[in-house]
């Protein structure tokens, strides 16, 4: 089947440097990897031990001997131990470490490996589905039923890891495959840079609204639009012809993305600063309008007394007046 793909990485709002890394690969064998990679550490060690597992899995998926997926799981084994000792042989770069998530397509087969919360997500058939499981602490708490999903996003462990590559010793990653493409599947891999800020609907509205290469562009400028905390990479690979909305041209400017999770960075705070300032200007008409009420109110129970008062003055002026007549 042929294959469309498209990756781009971006430094993000906050950050200085980059330490995500991609690549997207026609190996010897005639199989395509598709590989993103989320580093961590001081002293540009993050921004190494990214790009070196990205570098290193195409070198070894190339000639490493064996079996899919059982080569996928050595290879990302041999990368952990290469990275950790990298980082116990420099004092500068010790602790450092990547995510590591990897897409292998080959004929009609498709294979993920995977360590760590970079992610991996299938679009078939008008339906969005995560593929791949984040090895973080919070996911750990919601797959043993001890935090709800809605929780884990608000949670302030949620970020971090209980495995990485380089991070320790031994690693296991998530290998999953093979499993058959069909035509019009679209594969969507990206970093927690984004994953954090955009939600799986929103992705799914985008790729079925504009082009590949567009709505990647699309998605990782929302999530800089959504603050940008993070370095934020992504990659989106079609299956078969493109196929965009039944026809659907829509500009990127007027795609209509709902912003539910616009509560994320400078967006999200000019958001609630306007709901309160809308909340404020409507408490305040209000009091103007109960304070007029109760003027007009007043002013109208003012004018009665003044009228009760006023007429028993006429009356006994004009029973004077009778008085005065009759004598």
Known sequence: MRLRSYGRTDVGVVRSNNEDAYGIFTLKDGGNLFVVADGLGGHLAGEVASSTAVERLKEYLERAPGELPQILKDIFQRLNREIYSLGQSNPSRRGMGTTLTALYIKDDNAYIAHVGDS?????RKGAIELLTQDQ????????????SE???????????????????KEVEPQVIGPFKLQEGDLFFLCTDGLSNLVMDREILE??????????????IDLAKKRGGPDNITAIGVGVG????????????ESTPVEVEAGKFGKEGKFRRRRKIALLIALVLILL??????YYLFSLGKKEEQLEK???PQITVQEKGNDRKDNR
């Open 119 to 123: 992610r991996v997500y299938r679009i």
């Open 136 to 147: 973080s602490f919070v996911e750990k708490l919601v797959s043993d039923g001890l935090l």
């Open 150 to 168: 809605e929780e884990a996003k608000r949670h302030p462990r949620k970020n971090v890891l209980l495995q990485m590559i380089g991070m320790k």
């Open 206 to 219: 985008v790729f079925s609204r504009l082009p590949l290469r567009e709505a990647v562009d699309f998605l």
């Open 241 to 252: 012809e493109e196929r965009v909305g039944e026809g659907d041209k829509t500009p990127v």
């Open 288 to 293: 103007f309008v109960l304070g007029f009420g």
């Open 309 to 311: 008062l006023q007429k």
